[in-house]
């Protein structure tokens, strides 16, 4: 039986999300699309006492869906398939900015059984405006998705730095500099063995040349991000302990914020490569 007609669906409610589109697809057995009118509160109906999650997914727009073999069980997909699956999508999402979408939980449907992955997920702050995906950026986002999902073991710098960039998300702001960097130095220095020194300057000149369209874009990406991998090596060092707040760390806040754009565009740039 086929993975298409097996009956046995993977459903992952994706939150603060909104598209132009009814449905997204990604390949045969996955695609995004709306939420059917009452669905998610039918499934719902089944976990009386995940009063959490109702409030939570109560304004869900959005799924995820994924068509599994018959093969699938509960715990070998919840166990193996999370990677494989969902860290593509949010990756994506996330490279194209179009907001933070959290992800509580997923739904195993068949014909006779439903599982849940986490009823009592941990307190997530949902927001009354939804991240749109819009017509213009859904190629974008497939071909971020396609190129994640063909990305293989012969570009571990690539996949590493993408997971850190990921991991950015949940560590905080000080925190950031060190996932940025240590992304930068895996792109820049992870295919060879004797990376050149100063090292916060050979970025800054690599990834220049990277993502500059000229030289003065060039002169000014690798002056500040020689200047992020300064600011990275004092929180890593633990001379920089306090968190990082918009009235007094203004100047260090536009720094990490022009190094995560210095980021997305060399992840956008080689994964389209």
Request: aromatic share 8%; glycine share 4%; proline share 4%.
């Amino acid at each position: 039986m086929s993975e298409e007609d097996s009956g046995i669906v993977i459903l992952v409610p994706i939150l603060n999300f909104d598209c132009d589109e009814d449905i997204v697809k990604l390949d045969k057995t996955l695609s995004i699309r709306r939420v059917r009118t009452g669905e998610i509160e039918t499934m719902l109906e089944q976990f009386p006492n995940s009063k959490m999650l109702k409030s939570a997914l109560g304004d869900t727009k959005f799924v995820i869906e994924e068509r599994c073999s018959s093969e699938e069980t509960p715990s070998t997909y919840f166990r193996s398939k999370d990677d494989k699956s969902l860290v593509p999508i949010v990756t994506s999402l996330r490279l194209l900015e179009i907001g933070e979408t959290p992800m509580l939980t997923s739904f195993y449907v068949s014909a006779d059984s439903l599982y849940i992955s986490d009823p009592y997920p941990k307190r997530v702050t949902t927001l009354n405006n939804y991240h749109i995906l819009s017509k213009e950026k859904i190629e974008d986002f497939k071909a971020l998705w396609k190129a994640q999902k063909n990305a293989d073991k012969k570009k571990p710098h690539l996949l590493f730095a993408l997971s850190q960039f990921n991991k950015s998300f949940e560590d905080s702001s000080e925190e950031e500099f060190i996932d940025y960097i240590t992304a930068f130095e895996s792109i820049v220095f992870g295919r060879g063995t004797n990376p050149p020194s100063p090292y916060g300057r050979a970025i800054g000149i690599a990834i220049g040349m990277l993502i500059g369209k000229n030289e003065k874009e060039r002169t000014s990406i690798e002056q500040k991000l020689n200047e992020a991998y300064e600011i990275r090596n004092k929180v890593a060092h633990g001379h920089l302990r306090h968190k990082l707040d918009s009235v007094n760390d203004e100047k260090l806040l536009t720094l990490l914020a022009f190094t995560k754009e210095c980021l997305i565009q060399t992840l956008q740039k080689l994964l389209k490569e």
